[in-house]
């Protein structure tokens, strides 16, 4: 027998496997010696009232075997003798890439500018600790991508663009918990995600593909607009049936490449600001409407919007990658720039709720940067970085100012106790921000604080600057083919390419370009999981 239930259940029922079991075994009345088996399919919670319960839907099955949880096998051909392709960035969208050209019979050839994600732990440290950033391995570049130290969110909207259960099995046969397939908001976490990563990395080795960490590509191969391969900073050519471009949202010396050589790329709208930081305890008392949260409930999260009018013209403010019991991370790739990220571990148990608060930006931004062609963008976020930098101090060192200090254009005499380990300095932000975006965020904190009450508080501060929300620089593909729409056999891909955002929605991108280059060059067909 099957029963399928929809229930609502208190947090203490919800959350806790021993008191969840108990309460379906008595609701259908379940004897011991019955053989059952109980699964969550979702899991959310409705915090609109007083009284919070959790959503759970959930499948029994009693006197009957269950169907397997995963349908997805880590069952791979050898490729070691296969064609060859190549993929540019060890992110998600490049790992699945991998993996996708693996299970069509594709060697890859993942070339990684970044280190093995063990050894990229010394260089996160070396940033905090000794405020020494190196270009080549941080919390955007190294194995697994920016996400694999900044976060671990999974929650993603792009479903007509593949199968998000497909992404979300292969990451728990790679070692993630089952929980991210219930949960409404999957969340890995940033202590855990370095061994999935990891194990994907041997899942690419041991089929016979190749990961080559501290390879970055300096150049391409190009003929008669048909992409070769690249050539590394060793000065190594390698060549294959496609390029996978997969590089992330701030490998800018890419997109410089690209344009140099007269590949096409574009200015793309993106967004910038301030990282916010919160006591936890308060953003749990607003959203949950108690004291205390318990020992259940989650450390609460937020998202907000609103549109902010400045001389004429209106544009949006928003919150970005909310960081519930999380941490706020040094995210520079040089020298000289300071640019702050959130991140949260899988217990979300820090005593901060940070999220970045920006500003959209489009091309009427960007005109007094239009010498630097498709650039521009790109331009305005380094000009922004390095102002932040230089009034902080020249280090890793962050400008700050408490919340109502900025709205009151008041320079916080202290700021407040913070997760940011390389240490804040007080500065009037009005100074790092450009004038069209602090107006703006000025202005979103006062609805912000009328949405949320007590939001807009002393108890708060901004901390800049929050500027890699996404890639200013868009490298145009055919919509069909997912091939550039000028280079044969260059598939730009995921965020550095303009295409997709976070880790879940990236890595469909990488599946998606992997079946298109082996459908178009080595003869695949009928090949798409993700066309959905």
Do not use: W
Not at 492 to 515: H, K, L, Q, T, W
């Amino acid at each position: 027998m099957k029963k399928m239930l929809d229930l609502a259940l208190s947090p203490e029922v919800a959350f806790n496997e021993d008191a969840f079991t108990k309460h379906i075994t008595q609701l259908l009345r379940i004897t011991s010696t019955d053989q059952v088996t109980i699964r969550k399919l979702k899991r959310s919670i409705d915090a609109r009232s007083r009284q919070i319960k959790v959503n759970v839907q959930a499948e029994v099955y009693v006197g009957e075997q269950a169907p397997l949880l995963l349908s997805y096998r880590k069952d791979f051909p050898n490729v070691h003798n296969a064609p060859q392709a190549i993929v540019v960035g060890g992110g998600p969208a490049g790992m699945f890439a991998a993996l996708r050209l693996i299970e069509l019979e594709i060697k890859p050839i993942v070339l990684e500018r970044g280190k093995d994600v063990r050894s990229r732990r010394r260089d996160l440290a070396a940033i905090t600790k000794h405020h020494t950033v190196n270009p080549d391995s941080n919390y955007c570049f190294g194995e697994g991508g920016a996400g694999t130290y900044s976060d671990g969110k999974l929650y993603t909207r792009s479903k007509k663009r593949g199968d998000v259960r497909r992404i979300l099995e292969i990451l728990v046969a790679h070692g993630a918990t089952a929980d991210i397939l219930v949960d409404a908001h999957p969340h890995i976490g940033t202590n855990k995600l370095p061994g999935i990563v990891t194990e994907l990395r041997e899942s690419i080795l041991n089929a016979g593909g190749e990961f080559h960490f501290d390879t970055k590509v300096t150049d391409v191969v190009l003929s008669n607009q048909e992409i070769k391969g690249v050539i590394t900073e060793k000065g190594d050519k390698i060549e294959g049936l496609g390029v996978i471009l997969a590089t992330g949202h701030s490998a800018r010396d890419i997109f410089e490449l690209l344009h140099h050589r007269g590949i096409y790329i574009e200015a793309k709208p993106f967004a910038m600001g301030v990282r916010i930081e919160h006591p936890q305890p308060l953003i749990d008392r607003i959203q949950y409407h108690c004291e205390n949260r318990g020992e259940y409930l989650p450390a609460s999260s937020y998202a907000l919007v609103a549109q902010v009018k400045h001389k004429g013209v209106e544009k949006g403010v928003f919150s970005f990658c909310m960081c519930p019991g999380g941490y706020i991370v040094p995210a520079a790739t040089a020298p000289g720039e300071v640019v702050v990220n959130g991140m949260s571990p899988s217990r979300r148990d820090s005593k901060y709720a940070n999220s970045g608060m920006v500003v959209a930006i489009d091309e009427d931004d960007m005109l007094p940067y239009q010498k630097f062609g498709p650039l521009a963008g790109l331009q305005m976020q380094k000009e922004l970085e390095q102002r932040a930098c230089h009034l902080a101090g020249g280090t890793q060192v962050a400008p700050a100012q408490v919340m109502s200090d900025f709205v009151q254009g008041k320079l916080s005499k202290e700021l407040l106790p913070t997760s940011y380990q390389p240490g804040l300095q007080s500065v009037q932000m009005n100074e790092v921000l450009p004038e069209n975006i602090a107006y703006r965020l000025k202005e979103g904190f006062k609805i912000f604080g009328q949405k949320m009450r007590g939001y807009l508080t002393d108890q708060a501060q901004i901390i800049g600057v929050e500027s890699r929300t996404s890639s200013p620089v868009r490298i145009p593909r055919d919509k069909e083919t997912l091939e550039h729409v000028q280079v044969k056999r260059l598939f730009p891909c995921a965020e550095g390419a303009g295409y997709a955002g976070g880790i879940v929605s990236a890595a469909m991108d990488g599946e998606r370009c992997a079946e298109k280059l082996a459908a178009m060059y080595a003869g695949k067909k009928d090949v798409s999981y993700t066309s959905a």
